[in-house]
């Protein structure tokens, strides 16, 4: 081969054919070290749980829970009031295959729904929670992924 070792043009083969192959954004966030919101794959479609009969004096939340590619199935969501301390008791649910929760017996108040689930960034929204009503809530964390 003139001079040339076989490893040597392996390398500058492998090189050339690579440099064909056009870097799909998971790769730029390699290099970037920067962090994305893609989604893996897709769930089920999300599903809102039938409404629970309400109990006198209490109020009731439907809702789901999903990302831009699906439901997120069996994710535990807290109920805090403001001004509970951290370690005080919450109210939860958590979500079933289709990323349904029911919150079916609340006193009436204030409420922050919270939800923490794996490779999503945490969410929560706030709701006004009365006596003989059943509101509807959808939680929707966002998917990140950090490349180090």
Do not use: W
Request: proline residues 11%.
């Amino acid at each position: 081969m003139g001079g040339i070792s076989r490893p040597v043009v392996l390398v500058l083969a492998s090189l050339a054919l690579s440099a064909c192959r056009s870097a799909n954004p998971k790769d730029v966030v390699r290099m970037t070290g920067g962090c994305t919101t893609q989604v893996r794959a897709k769930g089920p479609t999300p599903r809102l749980p039938r409404s629970p009969s309400l109990k006198p004096g209490f109020g009731a939340v439907v809702g789901t829970l999903a990302d831009s590619g699906g439901a997120l199935p069996h994710y535990p969501i807290l109920a805090t009031t403001p001004g509970d301390a951290p370690d005080s008791p919450h109210a939860s649910a958590t979500a079933d295959s289709v990323g349904g929760f029911v919150f079916d017996a609340l006193p009436p108040g204030q409420y922050r729904l919270f939800v923490r689930a794996f490779a999503h960034r945490p969410d929560s929204t706030e709701i006004e929670v009365a006596a003989g009503r059943v509101d509807t809530v959808n939680l929707s964390p966002q998917f990140f992924e950090c490349v180090r």
